[in-house]
């Protein structure tokens, strides 16, 4: 079964500094892993959906990357701003593709 | 395009009631998803759809809980009897088969059962 891990779980930096966000899964055999963002009482938002053949994906001053062998994945948010200020989630899908199963994500805020 | 539509966005209800949940999933999208979500659970996945055709519904926690999908505009998730531990935001997502499978989230629903 999988299980996908986030930590830390909360994370405070100030403005400015870059972020560092690790999510880690057990099956490597995945078909891919996709970030959310989720703002307090909200829904989730899609961030980047890097392929299981990626090595990376960028949007913007977001950057994912992605090593199967070692069940990892890392969000890298540059120049923090407190707009940044949100949980951020990984999920991977199961053997079928599109079943996700969700880290307990990262809830991050960024100081002004 | 709208986004994946819920409603209701808030629903408060007493123990016992019937509680049905709507979605309406992105245009094009053949996948949808009901998520639920739980400070001390996370997200869970209780079912998801395939071309209007359940294809696991592993992670319904009980009979008490049913959902359907009698078109490819619109699902309901319906608890009959509803209990205090439903008490949790429901979401809905769709996405496409083919592709990325790439899931979009509607705004969710609260649930809160007295």
């Known amino acids: 079964k999988q299980e996908v891990t986030q930590i830390p779980a909360a994370l405070s930096v100030p403005e400015g500094e870059n972020l560092v966000l690790n999510c880690s899964f057990t099956d490597s055999a995945i078909y891919n892993l996709q970030w959310f963002r989720q703002d307090p009482g909200k829904g989730l938002t899609s961030l980047l959906l890097i392929q299981s053949s990626q090595r990376e994906q960028t949007s913007g001053r977001l950057n994912a990357s992605l090593d199967k062998s070692s069940g990892r994945s890392t969000l890298y948010i540059a120049a923090s701003q407190p707009g940044d200020s949100a949980t951020y989630l990984c999920a991977v899908p199961g053997a079928a593709g599109n079943k996700l199963t969700f880290g307990g994500g990262t809830r991050v805020l960024v100081k002004p | ?114």
């Open chain 2, 1 to 114: 395009d709208a986004g994946v539509i819920q409603s209701p966005r808030h629903e408060v209800t007493e123990m016992g009631q019937e509680v049905t949940l709507r979605c309406k999933p992105i245009s094009g999208h053949n996948s949808l998803f009901w998520y639920r979500q739980t400070m001390m659970r996370g997200l869970e996945l209780l079912i998801y759809f395939n071309n209007n055709v359940p294809i696991d519904d592993s992670g319904m926690p009980e009979d008490r809980f049913s959902a359907k999908m009698p078109n490819a505009s619109f699902s309901t998730l319906k608890i009959q009897p509803s209990e205090p531990r439903d008490s949790a935001v429901y979401f809905c997502a769709s996405g496409a088969l083919a592709g990325h499978n790439e899931q979009f989230f509607g705004p969710g629903t609260r649930l809160t059962v007295l």
